[in-house]
T-cell receptor
Framework: NAGVTQTPKFRVLKTGQSMTLLCAQDMNHEYMYWYRQDPGMGLRLIHY???????AKGEVPDGYNVSRLKKQNFLLGLESAAPSQTSVYFC????????????FGSGTRLTVV | GENVEQHPSTLSVQEGDSAVIKCTYS??????FPWYKQELGKRPQLIID?????GEKKDQRIAVTLNKTAKHFSLHITETQPEDSAVYFC??????????????????FGQGTILTVHP
């Protein structure tokens, strides 16, 4: 039981490049979320999903796209990376938020130069 | 949408002292308030939570209080230890039951508090 696994753990991109971050969970959770963490700003919700095939925008969705083709996977894409997207990205999943809260992945540190 | 403000941004205490972190929220319909602890380089982990039908909850050295009228909630850590040093985040959510009986909600986090406990 691996919990929530994020790949890659680190990445450096050049401005304009694209990439996909993968989040995989093996807990059969319905709900999955992508957050970004920046100093002094806490964790801000980018996109989320309430089940396979569904996605919705969070607080800071611009410049990102997501897909959830399989229940266990939630992908975050950056089509044309910008320096403002330099951040630590956390994926989280949840069975029932008031029962067990979020289970977070270990994070992806992304630098855009 | 929900807005959560957290204070202070940094807190330094001596080992054995108490630490208090406060948060306010804007959405009066929010009904679930968890606290997460994030050690350096690690992922956030849930340490305690409270629902809107409860005013206080304790778990050993940590406690959370909620004032729904004023829309604020606080984390209290007593007898602090160096291993309590971490970043603490409060969060709020309007949690609802779905047809399957599980509770759905998305968390809005505060800005975080860096707690340092000096030996």
């Amino acid at each position: 039981n691996a919990g929530v696994t994020q790949t890659p753990k680190f990445r450096v991109l050049k401005t304009g490049q694209s990439m996909t971050l993968l989040c995989a969970q093996d807990m059969n959770h319905e709900y999955m979320y992508w957050y970004r963490q920046d100093p002094g700003m806490g964790l801000r919700l980018i996109h989320y999903s309430v089940g396979e095939g569904t996605t919705a925008k969070g607080e800071v969705p611009d410049g990102y796209n997501v897909s959830r083709l399989k229940k266990q996977n939630f992908l975050l894409g950056l089509e044309s990376a910008a320096p403002s997207q330099t951040s630590v990205y956390f994926c989280a999943s949840s069975y029932g938020i008031t029962d067990y809260g979020y289970t977070f992945g270990s994070g992806t540190r992304l630098t855009v130069v | 949408g929900e807005n959560v403000e957290q204070h202070p941004s940094t807190l330094s205490v001596q080992e054995g002292d108490s630490a208090v972190i406060k948060c306010t929220y804007s959405d009066s319909a929010s009904n679930y308030f968890p606290w997460y602890k994030q050690e350096l380089g690690k992922r956030p982990q849930l340490i305690i939570d409270i629902r809107s039908n409860v005013g206080e909850k304790k778990d050993q050295r940590i406690a959370v209080t909620l004032n729904k009228t004023a829309k604020h909630f606080s984390l209290h850590i007593t007898e602090t230890q160096p291993e309590d040093s971490a970043v603490y985040f409060c969060a709020a959510s309007r949690a609802a039951l779905n047809a399957g009986g599980t509770s759905y909600g998305k968390l809005t986090f505060g800005q975080g508090t860096i707690l340092t406990v000096h030996p």
